[in-house]
Protein backbone atom coordinates (compact mmCIF):
# COMPACT_ATOMS: atom_id res chain seq x y z
CA UNK A 1 0.00 0.00 0.00
CA UNK A 2 1.44 3.37 -1.29
CA UNK A 3 1.95 5.73 2.27
CA UNK A 4 0.71 8.42 0.21
CA UNK A 5 -2.48 7.02 0.46
CA UNK A 6 -3.53 8.59 -2.88
CA UNK A 7 -6.27 5.90 -3.28
CA UNK A 8 -8.51 4.00 -1.16
CA UNK A 9 -6.51 2.37 1.65
CA UNK A 10 -7.90 -1.49 2.89
CA UNK A 11 -6.18 -2.70 5.85
CA UNK A 12 -7.06 -6.22 6.85
CA UNK A 13 -8.75 -6.70 10.35
CA UNK A 14 -9.90 -3.15 10.49
CA UNK A 15 -13.21 -1.96 9.33
CA UNK A 16 -13.42 0.77 6.91
CA UNK A 17 -15.60 3.22 8.11
CA UNK A 18 -15.91 6.24 5.91
CA UNK A 19 -13.80 8.35 3.25
CA UNK A 20 -13.58 11.70 2.84
CA UNK A 21 -11.86 14.01 0.81
CA UNK A 22 -8.94 13.83 2.49
CA UNK A 23 -9.12 11.43 5.24
CA UNK A 24 -9.98 7.59 5.87
CA UNK A 25 -11.49 6.23 8.88
CA UNK A 26 -11.30 3.34 9.94
CA UNK A 27 -12.75 1.36 12.81
CA UNK A 28 -10.48 0.14 16.27
CA UNK A 29 -12.23 -1.59 18.98
CA UNK A 30 -13.66 1.43 20.72
CA UNK A 31 -11.58 4.29 18.91
CA UNK A 32 -11.68 5.79 15.38
CA UNK A 33 -8.21 5.46 12.73
CA UNK A 34 -7.83 8.80 11.31
CA UNK A 35 -5.98 8.51 8.06
CA UNK A 36 -5.05 11.60 6.29
CA UNK A 37 -4.24 11.48 2.56
CA UNK A 38 -1.74 12.91 0.17
CA UNK A 39 -5.10 14.01 -1.78
CA UNK A 40 -6.11 17.79 -2.16
CA UNK A 41 -9.28 18.73 -2.99
CA UNK A 42 -10.23 22.17 -4.53
CA UNK A 43 -13.93 23.26 -5.19
CA UNK A 44 -15.63 20.40 -4.00
CA UNK A 45 -13.40 18.04 -5.74
CA UNK A 46 -10.18 15.91 -5.35
CA UNK A 47 -7.80 16.53 -7.74
CA UNK A 48 -5.75 13.30 -9.34
CA UNK A 49 -2.45 14.93 -8.44
CA UNK A 50 -1.29 14.11 -4.66
CA UNK A 51 0.39 16.88 -3.14
CA UNK A 52 3.50 14.87 -1.15
CA UNK A 53 3.62 14.79 2.62
CA UNK A 54 0.53 16.64 2.93
CA UNK A 55 -1.61 13.86 4.94
CA UNK A 56 1.73 13.86 7.51
CA UNK A 57 1.86 17.93 8.03
CA UNK A 58 -2.08 18.17 8.66
CA UNK A 59 -1.57 15.67 11.07
CA UNK A 60 1.33 16.99 12.91
CA UNK A 61 -0.04 19.98 13.12
CA UNK A 62 -3.04 18.73 14.53
CA UNK A 63 -1.40 17.15 16.86
CA UNK A 64 0.59 20.57 18.03
CA UNK A 65 -2.57 22.08 18.54
CA UNK A 66 -4.34 19.71 20.50
CA UNK A 67 -2.07 20.02 22.79
CA UNK A 68 -1.62 23.57 22.55
CA UNK A 69 -5.26 24.20 23.52
CA UNK A 70 -6.33 21.84 25.59
CA UNK A 71 -6.59 24.14 28.56
CA UNK A 72 -9.44 25.37 26.71
CA UNK A 73 -11.21 22.42 26.16
CA UNK A 74 -10.37 18.68 26.00
CA UNK A 75 -10.03 16.86 22.83
CA UNK A 76 -10.47 13.56 21.08
CA UNK A 77 -6.57 12.74 20.17
CA UNK A 78 -5.14 9.84 21.59
CA UNK A 79 -1.80 9.61 20.16
CA UNK A 80 -0.58 10.97 16.58
CA UNK A 81 2.61 8.62 17.84
CA UNK A 82 2.61 5.22 15.81
CA UNK A 83 4.85 3.78 17.91
CA UNK A 84 2.05 4.50 20.72
CA UNK A 85 -0.62 2.99 18.88
CA UNK A 86 -1.65 -0.68 19.97
CA UNK A 87 0.40 -3.32 19.20
CA UNK A 88 -2.04 -4.90 16.86
CA UNK A 89 -1.45 -1.88 14.29
CA UNK A 90 2.37 -2.57 14.56
CA UNK A 91 2.14 -4.32 11.15
CA UNK A 92 0.64 -1.17 9.68
CA UNK A 93 3.09 0.92 11.25
CA UNK A 94 4.96 2.61 8.34
CA UNK A 95 1.55 3.36 6.53
CA UNK A 96 0.44 4.73 9.34
CA UNK A 97 3.17 6.68 10.29
CA UNK A 98 3.16 10.50 10.93
CA UNK A 99 -0.62 10.59 9.27
CA UNK A 100 -2.60 8.95 11.58
CA UNK A 101 -4.39 10.23 14.66
CA UNK A 102 -6.05 7.48 16.69
CA UNK A 103 -8.93 9.26 18.40
CA UNK A 104 -12.04 8.68 20.69
CA UNK A 105 -15.27 7.65 19.11
CA UNK A 106 -17.76 10.61 19.54
CA UNK A 107 -21.43 11.73 18.26
CA UNK A 108 -20.50 14.46 15.93
CA UNK A 109 -22.18 17.65 16.34
CA UNK A 110 -23.32 18.54 12.75
CA UNK A 111 -22.13 22.31 12.82
CA UNK A 112 -18.97 23.95 11.28
CA UNK A 113 -17.85 26.04 13.78
CA UNK A 114 -15.97 29.24 11.88
CA UNK A 115 -14.10 31.93 13.18
CA UNK A 116 -13.61 34.69 11.10
CA UNK A 117 -10.90 36.92 12.15
CA UNK A 118 -10.31 38.99 8.49
CA UNK A 119 -12.49 39.80 5.73
CA UNK A 120 -12.06 37.42 3.38
CA UNK A 121 -13.46 34.45 1.02
CA UNK A 122 -16.96 33.95 1.02
CA UNK A 123 -17.23 36.48 4.18
CA UNK A 124 -15.71 39.38 1.45
CA UNK A 125 -18.29 38.41 -0.73
CA UNK A 126 -21.34 38.68 1.46
CA UNK A 127 -20.00 41.88 2.88
CA UNK A 128 -19.37 43.44 -0.05
CA UNK A 129 -23.77 43.10 -1.00
CA UNK A 130 -25.06 43.58 2.47
CA UNK A 131 -22.40 44.94 4.71
CA UNK A 132 -23.10 41.90 6.90
CA UNK A 133 -21.58 38.14 7.21
CA UNK A 134 -23.86 35.60 8.53
CA UNK A 135 -26.10 38.03 9.78
CA UNK A 136 -23.57 39.98 11.68
CA UNK A 137 -23.59 43.39 11.04
CA UNK A 138 -20.09 45.29 10.14
CA UNK A 139 -18.78 48.81 9.81
CA UNK A 140 -18.96 50.35 6.57
CA UNK A 141 -16.29 51.02 4.21
CA UNK A 142 -13.91 47.81 5.10
CA UNK A 143 -11.64 46.49 2.13
CA UNK A 144 -11.09 42.82 1.30
CA UNK A 145 -8.37 41.09 3.79
CA UNK A 146 -9.49 43.76 6.39
CA UNK A 147 -8.90 42.89 10.08
CA UNK A 148 -12.32 42.81 11.70
CA UNK A 149 -12.69 44.69 15.28
CA UNK A 150 -13.27 42.03 16.95
CA UNK A 151 -13.33 37.73 15.69
CA UNK A 152 -17.14 37.20 14.92
CA UNK A 153 -18.29 33.23 14.52
CA UNK A 154 -20.37 32.63 11.46
CA UNK A 155 -21.46 29.07 11.39
CA UNK A 156 -22.12 26.42 8.68
CA UNK A 157 -24.21 23.46 8.37
CA UNK A 158 -22.26 20.39 7.69
CA UNK A 159 -23.54 19.05 4.38
CA UNK A 160 -22.43 15.18 3.02
CA UNK A 161 -22.26 16.85 -0.55
CA UNK A 162 -21.28 19.83 -2.42
CA UNK A 163 -20.44 22.96 -0.20
CA UNK A 164 -21.51 23.83 3.62
CA UNK A 165 -23.77 26.35 3.80
CA UNK A 166 -23.17 29.88 6.04
CA UNK A 167 -25.81 30.18 8.25
CA UNK A 168 -26.95 32.69 10.90
CA UNK A 169 -26.16 32.18 14.97
CA UNK A 170 -29.88 31.70 15.16
CA UNK A 171 -30.19 28.96 13.01
CA UNK A 172 -27.64 27.05 14.65
CA UNK A 173 -30.01 27.52 18.28
CA UNK A 174 -32.47 26.09 16.61
CA UNK A 175 -30.83 23.39 15.15
CA UNK A 176 -28.33 21.79 18.50
CA UNK A 177 -30.13 24.36 20.81
CA UNK A 178 -29.22 27.37 22.68
CA UNK A 179 -27.27 26.48 25.52
CA UNK A 180 -24.90 23.90 22.78
CA UNK A 181 -25.03 26.47 20.41
CA UNK A 182 -23.71 29.10 22.57
CA UNK A 183 -21.08 26.75 24.12
CA UNK A 184 -19.87 26.18 20.53
CA UNK A 185 -19.91 29.86 19.78
CA UNK A 186 -17.78 30.36 23.43
CA UNK A 187 -15.27 27.87 22.53
CA UNK A 188 -14.66 28.43 19.10
CA UNK A 189 -13.97 32.09 19.64
CA UNK A 190 -11.60 31.47 22.83
CA UNK A 191 -9.44 28.75 20.90
CA UNK A 192 -9.12 31.30 18.21
CA UNK A 193 -8.18 33.99 20.11
CA UNK A 194 -4.97 32.13 21.62
CA UNK A 195 -4.05 30.24 18.54
CA UNK A 196 -3.96 33.23 16.31
CA UNK A 197 -2.15 34.90 18.73
CA UNK A 198 0.68 32.09 19.29
CA UNK A 199 0.45 32.15 15.19
CA UNK A 200 0.87 35.69 14.99
CA UNK A 201 4.03 35.98 17.19
CA UNK A 202 5.14 33.18 14.66
CA UNK A 203 4.62 35.28 11.50
CA UNK A 204 1.16 33.58 10.69
CA UNK A 205 -2.03 35.53 10.26
CA UNK A 206 -5.24 32.86 11.00
CA UNK A 207 -7.37 34.57 8.91
CA UNK A 208 -9.97 32.69 9.48
CA UNK A 209 -10.43 28.67 10.39
CA UNK A 210 -13.01 26.18 11.48
CA UNK A 211 -13.92 23.42 14.45
CA UNK A 212 -15.89 20.80 14.80
CA UNK A 213 -17.33 18.95 17.81
CA UNK A 214 -18.85 16.17 19.45
CA UNK A 215 -20.57 14.65 22.60
CA UNK A 216 -18.03 12.33 24.39
CA UNK A 217 -19.81 11.21 28.15
CA UNK A 218 -22.29 13.97 27.93
CA UNK A 219 -19.67 16.74 27.46
CA UNK A 220 -18.33 18.58 24.14
CA UNK A 221 -15.13 18.49 23.07
CA UNK A 222 -12.74 19.25 20.12
CA UNK A 223 -12.59 16.65 17.24
CA UNK A 224 -11.56 16.21 13.70
CA UNK A 225 -8.58 18.45 12.40
CA UNK A 226 -7.70 22.00 13.77
CA UNK A 227 -5.69 24.85 12.76
CA UNK A 228 -4.36 23.41 9.91
CA UNK A 229 -3.80 25.02 6.01
CA UNK A 230 -6.89 22.79 4.91
CA UNK A 231 -8.76 23.94 7.59
CA UNK A 232 -7.54 27.60 8.17
CA UNK A 233 -6.57 30.56 6.20
CA UNK A 234 -3.03 31.12 7.16
CA UNK A 235 -1.53 34.61 5.95
CA UNK A 236 2.52 35.41 5.95
CA UNK A 237 2.14 38.37 8.44
CA UNK A 238 5.32 40.26 6.74
CA UNK A 239 3.46 40.24 3.37
CA UNK A 240 0.09 41.71 4.79
CA UNK A 241 -1.48 44.00 2.62
CA UNK A 242 -5.21 44.65 2.97
CA UNK A 243 -7.37 46.01 0.32
CA UNK A 244 -6.54 42.80 -1.97
CA UNK A 245 -6.22 38.40 -1.73
CA UNK A 246 -3.36 37.68 0.73
CA UNK A 247 -0.37 35.37 -0.51
CA UNK A 248 -1.17 32.07 1.58
CA UNK A 249 0.19 29.26 3.41
CA UNK A 250 -2.27 26.90 2.45
CA UNK A 251 -3.87 25.65 -0.78
CA UNK A 252 -5.16 29.19 -1.99
CA UNK A 253 -2.30 28.96 -4.33
CA UNK A 254 -3.52 25.49 -5.74
CA UNK A 255 -6.99 26.96 -6.02
CA UNK A 256 -5.18 30.40 -7.76
CA UNK A 257 -3.70 28.17 -10.32
CA UNK A 258 -6.96 26.01 -10.91
CA UNK A 259 -8.82 29.81 -11.73
CA UNK A 260 -6.53 30.18 -14.85
CA UNK A 261 -7.45 26.97 -16.59
CA UNK A 262 -10.41 26.55 -18.44
CA UNK A 263 -12.25 24.17 -16.31
CA UNK A 264 -16.09 24.08 -14.56
CA UNK A 265 -14.82 23.06 -11.29
CA UNK A 266 -16.49 19.92 -11.52
CA UNK A 267 -15.39 16.20 -11.74
CA UNK A 268 -12.38 15.20 -12.95
CA UNK A 269 -10.15 18.09 -11.94
CA UNK A 270 -6.92 18.68 -13.73
CA UNK A 271 -3.41 17.60 -13.08
CA UNK A 272 -1.12 19.92 -11.68
CA UNK A 273 2.38 20.27 -12.63
CA UNK A 274 5.35 19.71 -10.97
CA UNK A 275 5.82 23.39 -9.89
CA UNK A 276 2.49 23.41 -8.68
CA UNK A 277 2.96 20.73 -6.29
CA UNK A 278 6.63 21.55 -5.41
CA UNK A 279 5.30 24.95 -4.09
CA UNK A 280 2.80 23.80 -2.47
CA UNK A 281 4.70 21.20 -0.62
CA UNK A 282 6.67 24.29 0.41
CA UNK A 283 4.18 26.05 1.94
CA UNK A 284 2.91 23.73 4.04
CA UNK A 285 5.93 22.49 5.73
CA UNK A 286 7.26 26.01 5.90
CA UNK A 287 4.05 26.66 8.03
CA UNK A 288 4.60 24.06 10.21
CA UNK A 289 7.95 24.79 10.74
CA UNK A 290 7.29 28.00 11.46
CA UNK A 291 4.42 27.10 14.08
CA UNK A 292 5.98 24.47 15.52
CA UNK A 293 9.88 25.25 15.43
CA UNK A 294 10.22 22.08 14.08
CA UNK A 295 11.36 20.51 10.61
CA UNK A 296 9.03 17.16 9.72
Same mark, same amino acid.
Given at each position: ?124 ? %?? &? ?13 ? &? ?80 ? %? ?10 ? &? ?59
Amino acid at each position: MSNTLENTSQFEGLHFVRRGKVREIYDFQDKFLMIASDRISCFDVVLPTPIPRKGEILTQISAFWFDFIKDIIPNHLISANVDEFPKELAKYKEALRNRTMLVKKVKTIPVECVVRGYLSGSGWK %EY &KDTQSVCGIHLPAGL &KESDKLPEPIFTPATKESVGHDMNVAFDDIKKEVGSDTANFLKETSLAIYKKASAFAAERGIIVADTKFEFGWLDEKIILID %EVLTPDSSRFWP &KDQYNPGKAQPSFDKQYVRDYLLTLDWDKTYPGPKLPEKIVNHTVEKYLQAFKMLTGKVL
